[in-house]
């Protein structure tokens, strides 16, 4: 925290909805085609053509404001927003501008700094993206409109965060829930979850904001969190040295850490605004809202409290396990097929998401489902082998794909729980180690796990361990 300076910072959201079809066309928006292979007239601004409006969008638009706490607007309304650039054939985007579907929202987030703190939604407005433009080693540019068209909603905060730690938690936290909602895939490289930041600086105590910059080009949570730093250091410097911040958008270099002015106010675009005469006001009913309502998952902050009140576990777990949707669909599996949450918990946590992590893959693609995962846990807790040599099945589970029950029968894993067979193992043991038989006796009887650890070696982790030790403390005080 600067002693001096207040930060102040408002993020401005692109979030890319996961639609089969476009926004105003019924055109493809998968990823990666052949250019221009996905356009219509619509999307292609051929005059004459009539945008028509997907329902879906409207839908992911409330899903987004509910989760967000905002008020649904009964009645909204689609602008142009004008301006000329290649990637736009219309020469306009079409925009919410003056009533936006949602409003007034808000999310509260936490941070270890300040821990909970409410930060306030200004509006989310529904939008379509622009094309792209490929630059050619000739020199040429060329233009792809695959993209011209695809949904996206805008989510806009009020300059409510006062450190990049904030802005951050801001953004996962809204990350998440747009990812849970699954209307957004949440790539941040591919650009579906894009930021702009708005960052300015005041003295303590001044009640005006200051003159705010816009950074872009942020295209993953650490470069957002540099862009926000260097920014703050550079504006005081500014200010330092008897300057004056300018309102101006800059760009985010992540290679080289800095960001560059990249327009000032003055060259700013005058978009001239105007209701788009080709789309009806969009009406929204109290029916439809509630409809949507019915719809929304569970998000994060419920799970998170439920995982810890019905099931017992830690806040930490609880965190862990609901950060993902896929993955607490993945515990709540194997919790109902293997009833001790701590102990799934544990597994998830551990085994799961360590070897998912190792290999770089989602929890969707563990080989391991909950109901092989849970076949372990049911013969750890049937004695039939030991925690030790689970986690020797489920690396052959990973690998193959059998049943616990198979791999445990294939490679002779089932735990030793035959006193005879233990004691002979046993008494090898005792006669090859006769020093530490005796510092035992002398009273070093922390050698115990020295003598259990030396059977469960040479009967390769398959004695039951609790009897082990019985039968060693039978013996040595013998
Ligand atoms: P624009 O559309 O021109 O970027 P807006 O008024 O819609 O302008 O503001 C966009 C974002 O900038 C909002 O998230 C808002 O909270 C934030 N913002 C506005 N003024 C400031 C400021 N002085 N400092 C930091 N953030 C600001
Ligand atoms: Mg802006
Ligand atoms: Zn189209």
Redesign the pocket.
């Known amino acids: 925290m600067n002693s001096r300076y207040e930060v102040?910072?408002?993020?401005?959201v692109h979030v890319q909805l996961t639609t089969k079809t476009k926004i105003f066309c019924g055109c493809s928006t998968e990823f990666g085609q052949s250019p221009n292979s996905q356009t219509c007239p619509v999307c292609l601004g051929l005059p004459g053509a009539l945008p028509v409006l997907n329902r879906q969008v409207v839908e992911d638009g409330i899903k987004a404001g509910l989760a967000t706490n905002c008020q649904i607007a009964p009645r909204s309304i689609f602008a142009r927003k004008n301006y000329f650039y290649p990637d736009l054939p219309k020469g306009y985007q079409i925009s919410q501008f003056e009533l936006p579907i949602c409003e007034h929202g808000w999310m509260d987030i936490e941070t270890e700094e300040l821990g909970q703190k409410r930060v306030?939604i200004?509006?989310i407005h529904m939008e379509e993206d622009a094309g792209k433009l490929l630059h050619n080693e000739d020199n040429s540019s060329s233009v792809d409109l695959n993209r011209a068209c695809t949904p996206l909603l805008e989510v806009?905060?009020?300059?409510?965060m006062r450190s990049s730690e904030e802005a951050i938690a801001y953004l996962k936290q809204l990350h998440q829930i747009v990812v849970y909602l699954g209307i957004c895939d949440g790539n941040l490289e591919e650009g579906s979850f894009r930021c702009?930041?708005?960052?300015?600086i005041?003295p303590w105590g001044q009640k005006e904001?200051?003159?705010?910059s816009?950074l872009k080009n942020l295209n993953s949570f650490r470069f957002i969190k540099q862009a926000i730093e260097y920014e703050v250091e550079r504006q005081i410097d500014v200010i330092d040295e008897g300057g004056k911040v300018v309102q101006e958008t800059r760009l985010f270099d992540p290679d080289a850490g800095v960001s560059r002015s990249m327009r000032s106010k003055e060259e700013?675009h005058d978009y001239r605004y105007f209701p788009d005469p080709d789309l009806l006001p969009l009406q929204i009913s109290e029916d439809w809202i509630e409809q949507v309502r019915r719809q929304l998952p569970e998000l994060p902050e419920a799970k998170i409290v439920r995982f810890q009140d019905e099931m017992g576990l830690p806040a930490y777990d609880a965190g862990v396990l609901a950060a993902e949707r896929r993955l607490a669909e993945y515990f709540e599996v194997l919790v109902q097929l293997y009833n001790k949450p701590k102990i799934c918990s544990n597994w998830v946590m551990g085994e799961v998401l360590g070897a998912l992590k190792e290999k770089n893959l989602e929890i969707v693609d563990c080989p391991v489902s909950p109901e092989l995962l849970a076949g372990i846990l049911l013969r750890i807790d049937d004695n039939t082998i030991s925690g030790k040599i689970a986690k020797i099945v489920f690396e052959e589970i990973w690998q193959s794909g059998k049943t616990a029950d198979q791999v445990i029968e294939e490679k002779g894993m089932k735990q030793v729980s035959d006193t005879g067979a233990i004691e002979v193992i046993v008494d090898e043991v005792l006669a090859a180690n006769p020093g530490q038989v005796a510092e035992y006796r002398a009273g070093k009887e922390k050698m115990m796990g020295f003598f259990v650890g030396q059977v469960m070696k040479a009967s390769k982790g398959k004695v039951n361990p609790g009897m082990a030790n019985q039968l060693l403390k039978k013996k040595l005080s013998e």
């Open positions: 102040v910072i408002g993020l401005e306030g200004t509006r806009v905060s009020e300059p409510d702009d930041a708005n960052v300015s005041r904001l200051g003159t705010r816009e700013a």
